[in-house]
């Protein structure tokens, strides 16, 4: 077991930190990025996948633990950002042996990153993280964490789009609305619930048979279309991408119908520019990384000894930023990503700079 490649200066990126790691005998490749600590240690997910290359890896990474940074100060925590992938299957090469590995890289940075569940990894591998290292969130409520943090990711998300809608058609709510949500996984199917609760008509897909099946079973109401690319070109007036980074594109923009986006993906915009392209074409789109905070809210509150209700409370709170987010946008003249983005560098920098402040 060793780190393989390590770095302090990751180049133009801005990244504090990147490190790669790799226990051959486990069959474990991680990398685990660091983008900011100003605002406290580095919180975010460890993402299990199967990607191409190493290459394909490290941008996701750079990209994720970026994007937590910025979600993490507009969430108003004190943690900075990071994120971590493991390169490789989950259903061929996710084992004890991997995972306490993976742990005890995440020890070796001393407490300057804390992981966290996202896609491939869920609750009960963290508990098999934690045997290895303190700085993991995300735990069953039997280890004293928060359980499934999709509870309340979903939730924030659904926060997010009531904002959206209040500014889009005047009020709060999805009822009569017709919300298509891309992806029913873990945070997909409590959007869905959520949406159908609030009086939304729901058009949903997803790749998985697995996932059409519990919503089959689960809410026959909602209408299953084939892919996403028929989804965006549906008759929707909210769309909720919810699986994987990159769904708003050159491709999927000029086609989209729906007025409005909210969802829980990471990494929505494909390249730069989209957002633009968007606000162009007269869009609402609301920040991935301010809407699907809650599930970060939920995990960062297990640091300080959980309590739903409270993280909850919380969480709730996004309906409030997200309007602060698209007021200002307004007022400023420019798409609200670019708003939330200086927001949250503010917060960073105005909060960061206390840091020099010395301390016996």
């Known amino acids: ?189 409590y959007l869905t619930g959520h949406l159908l609760e609030d009086g939304a008509e729901v058009v949903a897909t997803d790749v998985n048979p697995k996932a059409l099946a519990w919503v089959r079973a689960n809410h026959p109401q909602v209408t299953l279309v084939d892919d996403a690319t028929a989804l965006v070109a549906a008759d929707i007036d909210v769309y909720a991408p919810c699986a994987l980074g990159g769904a708003l594109n050159d491709d999927s923009v000029p086609a989209l119908r729906a007025k409005v986006v909210t969802g829980a993906a990471n990494n929505q915009l494909a390249h730069p520019g989209i957002e633009k392209l968007l606000a162009d074409r007269g869009i609402l789109y609301t920040p991935d990384y301010v809407v699907n905070a809650g599930g970060v809210i939920q995990v960062a509150d297990e640091i300080e000894g959980f309590n739903f209700e409270r993280a909850k409370l919380r969480a709730t709170r996004i309906y409030d930023t997200t309007r602060e987010i698209l007021h200002l946008a307004d007022a400023e003249g420019v798409p609200p990503a670019v708003a939330a983005d200086r927001l949250a560098e503010r917060r ?13």
Not at 93 to 108: D, T
């Open 348 to 360: 960073m920098a105005e909060v960061g700079r206390l840091r020099t402040i010395h301390l016996r």
């Open 1 to 189: 077991m060793g780190v393989f490649a390590s770095t302090d200066d990751p180049g133009s990126t801005g990244h504090e930190q990147v490190v790669f790691c790799q226990d051959k005998q486990s069959g474990l490749k991680a990398i685990i990025g660091i983008y900011s600590t100003a605002l406290g240690p580095a919180l975010g997910g460890t993402r299990f996948y199967p990607y191409d290359s190493e290459d394909d890896a490290l941008a996701d990474v750079l990209d994720l633990s970026r994007g937590m940074a910025y979600k993490n100060a507009l969430a108003g925590l004190d943690l900075g950002g990071g994120k971590a992938v493991i390169w490789g299957d989950p259903e061929q090469i996710k084992s004890e042996a991997l995972l306490r590995a993976y742990g005890r890289f995440v020890e070796s940075l001393a407490g300057r990153y804390y992981t966290a569940c996202d896609v491939g990894t869920y609750v009960a591998d963290m508990d098999i993280i934690a045997r290895e290292t303190r700085y993991v969130t995300g735990r069953s409520v039997e280890h004293g964490g928060a359980g499934d943090s999709s509870i309340l990711t979903a939730w924030g998300v659904f926060q997010g789009m009531r904002a959206a809608a209040e500014h889009v058609w005047g009020a709060p709510s999805l009822r009569g609305r017709r919300v298509g949500v891309a992806g029913l996984g873990k945070v997909g199917k």
